[in-house]
């Protein structure tokens, strides 16, 4: 039996980083950089992206810094390329992103195909991958849940592979679980759900299927409570582990089997 006591026993493993907590968690539509840092630590989670585009992390000069109420120095700030629609954009803000964080090498790349839908655009993200990746960079990226595109992905050099469940910021769930569980089945590294959770039962889906993290930002931040639900959040991740790590029943169409063991009960059939 997994001994899951141990703070060893269960990480997600990164490139060369090791983390205890599964959820990743967006810092964008908070009302303030207190509410962000709540709900953050509530999450437990120890990866928080930044979309440079919109988020202050020393660009800005005489702004209210991210970094002053969620520092590097207890966090993995993981800069995306949120808001960008081309290769080139991409590019260009992930290694703004880098240098900010002094050198930092991780980053999560997406590319937007529209700003209606915010799917991705593959063949611009794959692009963007292949240049990032001989830069050095160790790119997590957003994707479609295409398991082709997905092994494209991993084989030009991306250190996680993020396919939606649904639509950014839609709230639907996991919608192709079937996808999901195809990239699953060829992947070598972490498959992170990324978009389209909008409660607790999603995220414990996504991490029955056998993700490795759910990473999240709207279900969150524009939860009634946003701070109360961060902490939801990190149960579910928690409990969907360890659901998919101890194996769940078979389903069964009207196949009835008690709970209890029957045999040996008074008035059972004796075979004397």
């Not at 937007?112 to 799917?119: R, V």
Request: contains cysteine; glycine residues 8%; aromatic residues 4%.
């Amino acid at each position: 039996m997994s001994d899951l006591s141990s703070p060893r026993a269960d990480l997600l493993r990164i490139g060369a980083r090791e983390f205890t907590s599964r959820l990743l968690l967006g810092t964008g539509k908070y009302k303030d950089l207190a509410q962000t840092r709540a709900a953050v630590e509530a999450s437990g989670a120890q990866i928080v992206t930044v979309a440079i585009r919109r988020t202050n992390i020393g660009q800005n000069k005489g702004e209210p810094n991210l970094l002053d109420v969620l520092p590097p120095s207890k966090y993995t700030i993981l800069p995306n390329s949120a808001g960008c629609y081309t290769a080139e954009d991409a590019i260009r803000t992930l290694r703004l992103g880098r240098e900010l964080l002094d050198g930092h090498p991780l980053c999560k790349l997406e590319v937007l195909g529209d700003p209606q839908t915010l799917y991705p655009n593959m063949p611009e993200t794959v692009k963007a991958a292949e240049i990032l990746v001989r830069e050095g960079f160790e790119v997590m990226v957003y994707c479609s849940d295409d398991p082709i595109q997905a092994q494209v992905l991993e084989s030009i050099g991306c250190v996680a592979v993020m396919p939606l469940a649904s639509l950014i910021g839609s709230g639907m769930g996991v919608l192709n679980p079937w996808n999901i569980l195809l990239i699953l089945e060829k992947a070598k590294v972490p498959v992170i759900v990324d978009a389209g959770v909008g409660t607790a039962s999603d995220a414990a889906i996504a991490m029955e299927l056998g993700c490795a993290g759910v990473l999240m930002n709207t279900a969150v931040a524009l939860a009634k409570d946003p701070v109360l639900m961060a902490a939801a959040m990190k149960k579910a991740v928690e409990a969907g582990r360890e659901a998919f790590l101890a194996g769940r029943m078979p389903k069964k169409f009207y196949s009835a089997s008690p709970s209890s063991p029957v045999a040996g009960v008074i008035g059972s059939a004796s075979k004397s």
